[in-house]
T-cell receptor, first 117, second 114 residues
Framework: AQSVTQLDSHVSVSEGTPVLLRCNYS??????LFWYVQHPNKGLQLLLK??????LVKGINGFEAEFKKSETSFHLTKPSAHMSDAAEYFC???????????????FGQGTTLQVKP | DSGVTQTPKHLITATGQRVTLRCSPR?????VYWYQQSLDQGLQFLIQ???????AKGNILERFSAQQFPDLHSELNLSSLELGDSALYFC?????????????FGPGTRLLVL
């Protein structure tokens, strides 16, 4: 089965500094990987996804992630943090049902991003 | 706004009771998923439907059941509620449920069991 591990439960950065949220995955095949964001008392919003095309994936709000198969990583980055980026971030992998092309999402435990003024 | 709607937003009930959570997928999406988010278990997949048929089950308790209706809306029924069922329940939808598809999430229903 597929799994994801988010290496930091909490990350704190200053506004205007870079953001790095780390995620490692475990998969026996080429996975579909996603990053979702959850703002307080809100639903989940897709930031970006990787589905075996370009390894550097650009998402919304200036976020991007790089798929590194050799390191089984899919870290999320942003060059300059904004106060509005403060939220919970989830690294997610698709887990197929047997050999089918359908599956469910498996979520990491989440990383809380704090942005200090 | 993802286009997925869920009602009600909040629900407070007592142990032993039964509740029904409702979800309307995005227009055109045939696949609906239910997820539970709790402090101790995190976000967990419960069940998936595609065009009215159950496609897959995850960590869904026997006290819980779901269905998808001909108009594609879905309901999650939770019965014999326990304190530990208090959680945020999300519905998501995608076009046909393929692995690489984006799942769009609703705002969630927050259930509190007292």
């Amino acid at each position: 089965a597929q799994s994801v591990t988010q290496l930091d439960s909490h990350v704190s950065v200053s506004e205007g500094t870079p953001v790095l949220l780390r995620c490692n995955y475990s998969s026996s095949y080429s996975p579909s990987l996603f990053w979702y964001v959850q703002h307080p008392n809100k639903g989940l919003q897709l930031l970006l996804k990787y589905t075996s095309a370009a390894t550097l994936v650009k998402g919304i709000n200036g976020f991007e992630a790089e798929f590194k198969k050799s390191e089984t990583s899919f870290h999320l980055t942003k060059p300059s943090a904004h106060m509005s980026d403060a939220a919970e971030y989830f690294c997610v992998v698709s887990d197929p049902y047997g050999s089918s092309n359908t599956g469910k999402l498996i979520f990491g435990q989440g990383t809380t991003l704090q942005v200090k003024p | 706004d993802s286009g997925v709607t869920q009602t009600p937003k909040h629900l407070i009930t007592a142990t032993g009771q039964r509740v029904t959570l409702r979800c309307s997928p995005r227009s055109g999406d045939l696949s609906v998923y239910w997820y539970q988010q709790s402090l101790d278990q995190g976000l967990q997949f419960l069940i998936q439907y595609y065009n009215g048929e159950e496609r897959a089950k995850g960590n869904i308790l026997e006290r819980f059941s779901a269905q998808q209706f001909p108009d594609l809306h879905s309901e999650l029924n939770l019965s014999s509620l326990e304190l530990g069922d208090s959680a945020l329940y999300f519905c998501a939808s995608s076009v046909v449920g393929h692995l690489e598809e984006t799942q769009y999430f609703g705002p969630g229903t927050r259930l509190l069991v007292l």
